[in-house]
């Protein structure tokens, strides 16, 4: 089970009842509402999460807004939990709209139905031509305020019942680029065939990993069998993370030379029979201050890659600054990050 922990809501000042009631009050009020009221408005939460040294990231769900852009709920708030940034969640009852917060997940290490998925209900993961790595999350953990704190609800039915979504995302993070954006780039970087012409001619695995070598070359096929896993991660626990998983001192030393900022999208790719097991192939690291505009004019969000044993710095494939591992059978073995 993977829970959200306080000590990682970086930059952000707890707030108490009293204050968040003190700072809704002074707030414009909205037609028809009520003071005292039942609860916050979309508008006073926005407002608290700005008070808090967070700016509000929300998607609507209400209507099929969302889905009927091919978004699924677990696709916006998974990168963020597994970041461990708690995430609101309004839930459409019989009587009225109430909230949730989402602090974690359970975790499922089977991986026969979450490949079964992607040919027999495409629609339950939303429009992507990979395995999103939340398919092993079977319940997400939320603390509601009627029933206690840390429980149990099935994914599925949160997500068929949500109207609204609020992440609350640290301001220190820059992360402009949402979570499922960075995830989404990085299935395009891995469908690239330089990228495979890269890792074919570089690598010294290929003999032993073919299969997950064939899986990149299609990673941009309903056929490919990619886990992808994107989660905000700071510099530091980053290479905390590369010293930590047993990389050889060439590519810890190259990950701390690289040019990377304070915090980041670290999308982490896997095979299903792998990730049952949390472990991985490589990564992607993804520069999360690039929103979507700035990719369209030119602005290359990429900053590193690693898969099997070489690394990559930047985005030139044609022209790798390559960092072979010197160990090869060990790399493939390195476990998916974990919040400490």
């Excluded at 019989?94 to 602090?103: A, I």
């Excluded at 490919?224 to 980053?238: E, G």
């Amino acid at each position: 089970m993977s829970l959200s922990l306080a000590d990682s809501f970086a930059g952000c000042d707890a707030l108490t009842v009293d204050k968040i009631e003190e700072k809704s009050i002074k707030m414009p009020r909205a037609e028809g509402s009520r003071v005292p009221s039942t609860g916050l408005s979309e508008y006073e939460i926005f407002s608290v999460v700005e008070e808090m040294g967070a700016y509000p990231l929300a998607r609507h769900f209400e209507g099929g807004f969302e889905r009927n852009k091919h978004l699924t709920l677990e696709q916006v708030i998974y990168p963020y939990v597994e970041s461990c940034i708690p995430v609101m969640v309004t839930i459409e009852t019989e009587g009225e709209r109430h909230g949730l917060v989402v602090v974690g997940h359970t975790f499922d290490r089977d991986s026969w139905w979450q490949q079964a998925q992607k040919w027999y209900y495409p629609y339950l993961k939303g429009d992507v031509t990979w395995i999103p790595s939340y398919m092993w999350v079977p319940d997400f953990i939320v603390h509601d305020d009627n029933f206690g704190p840390y429980l149990s609800v099935p994914r599925t039915l949160l997500a068929a019942t949500a109207s609204h979504v609020v992440v609350p995302i640290p301001k220190i993070c820059n992360a402009f680029l949402a979570g499922f954006e960075a995830e989404s780039l990085v299935a395009g970087y891995l469908a690239l065939p330089d990228l495979f012409d890269f890792v074919v001619n570089k690598t010294r695995t290929t003999g032993l990993w073919k299969k997950p070598l064939e899986q990149l070359r299609g990673s941009g096929n309903r056929s490919a069998q990619i886990v992808l896993r994107p989660l905000l991660v700071s510099r530091d626990a980053l290479l905390k993370h590369v010293k930590e998983s047993e990389f050889s001192r060439e590519l810890y030393e190259a990950y701390q030379q690289t040019n990377l900022p304070a915090w980041m999208w670290l999308v982490e790719i896997s095979l299903p029979e792998l990730y049952a097991h949390r472990k991985k192939i490589g990564e992607m690291i993804i520069n999360p201050s690039c929103a979507e505009p700035h990719i369209h004019t030119g602005l290359e969000p990429l900053l590193a890659l690693r898969i099997l044993d070489v690394m990559v710095r930047g985005h030139n494939f044609r022209a790798p600054l390559i960092i072979p591992d010197i160990y090869p059978m060990p790399v493939l073995l390195h476990s998916t990050f974990e919040h400490g």
